[in-house]
């Protein structure tokens, strides 16, 4: 059995030193933190009552926009896979796309002493939870901040204008953007921006976006009015799940996909293959981002590595819901 004594060794320090650390109490360099931390999970040391402590599981906390969404579910099992792997739990919240919850989910979060964060939020740039000192910290589908170095991403303006220009490849020349609130997410603005910058490479007009809520049902989305005065050939959502609520939409007004109007998306979540026809879209990695942000966060509490800005691919998923004009 592995004693107090190992994890000192180990971690090049006293036993009393180890317990401090432990039980989170008295002055210890943050450097000696991560060794203690580090000898602690290698060796798979548990200090209990009758030992002397009052360690619990080391853990870190997560905060997400929404459970239900299959891309942050898809990243949120992954995370939980690898700090399972490490010996860590992990702490739940979500904001369900509120920016105005987001401090309070995570001064939730920061109660329970986790080890780190891993943190999805509206806008790093204006977000209320990122204000105040916090543990080591990894941003994940976020841009870093001047505080929050180390992210795990993708290029969303460069997706936006790939996925546009295939649109227009196949001819069409009225492409219309249908988005969850831009104050809610930073990642559909910028799919927003690549969609714009395409249409302006193209000499064409970026129309408006229609924005709507991502907490809202997509069964019940109404875009008859834009239909009638805008007269898409096309529409391009800023998630999957948007566009399938577009394309019940279209189907409402007894309009075809893509006989009559094209949907695209972004995500690749697996629902979209499953409809008939097969969703043309972005598809993105979103559980290997989870299980990067945990490596990510894992090496710096205990190796006390740098952040980093970590981008991953993303590619076009043809489908059947784009046709040639």
């Given amino acids: 059995m592995t004693t107090l004594q190992d994890v000192a060794a180990r971690a090049g320090c006293s036993a009393a030193t180890v317990c401090r650390v432990l039980n989170e109490q008295g002055q210890v360099s943050a450097a000696m933190v991560r060794k203690v931390r580090k000898a602690v999970t290698e060796l798979g040391y548990e200090m209990t009552p009758e030992r002397g402590g009052v360690r619990r599981r080391p853990a870190i906390g997560v905060l997400i926009p929404s459970i239900n969404n299959p891309v942050f579910a898809a990243s949120l099992a992954n995370i939980q896979n690898r700090m399972l792997v490490a010996g860590y739990g992990v702490l739940i919240a979500q904001s369900n796309y509120d920016p105005s919850r987001e401090a309070d989910a995570v001064a939730m979060l920061t109660a329970e002493r986790p080890r780190g964060l891993i943190l999805t939020v509206c806008n790093p740039k204006s977000s209320p939870a990122l204000r105040g ?193």
């Fill in 133 to 325: 000192d916090l543990p080591p910290t990894v941003m994940l589908h976020n841009a870093p901040t001047d505080r929050y170095s180390s992210t795990v991403r993708l290029d969303n303006v460069a997706a936006g204008r790939m996925l546009t220009s295939h649109i227009l490849e196949h001819g069409h020349r009225r492409i219309l953007f249908v988005t969850g609130e831009f104050r809610a997410s930073d990642r559909a603005r910028q799919r927003f921006e690549g969609y714009r910058a395409a249409m302006q490479d193209h000499g064409l007009e970026a129309l408006d976006p229609l924005e709507i809520s991502f907490i809202d049902d997509y069964d019940q989305l109404d875009l008859s009015m834009l239909i009638e005065r805008h007269k898409p050939t096309a529409m391009i959502a800023s998630n999957d799940l948007i566009a399938l609520g577009v394309m019940g939409a279209v189907r409402r007004q007894g309009l075809s996909v893509p006989g009559d109007v094209s949907v695209a998306g972004f995500d690749g979540i697996s629902i979209g293959t499953l409809v008939n026809p097969v969703l043309t879209t972005v598809t993105i990695p979103n559980a290997s981002m989870g299980s990067a942000a945990a490596s990510m966060l894992l090496d710096i509490t205990m190796n006390g590595a740098a952040g980093r800005d970590l981008f991953v691919d993303y590619a076009l998923r043809p489908g059947g819901t784009v046709r040639q004009i």
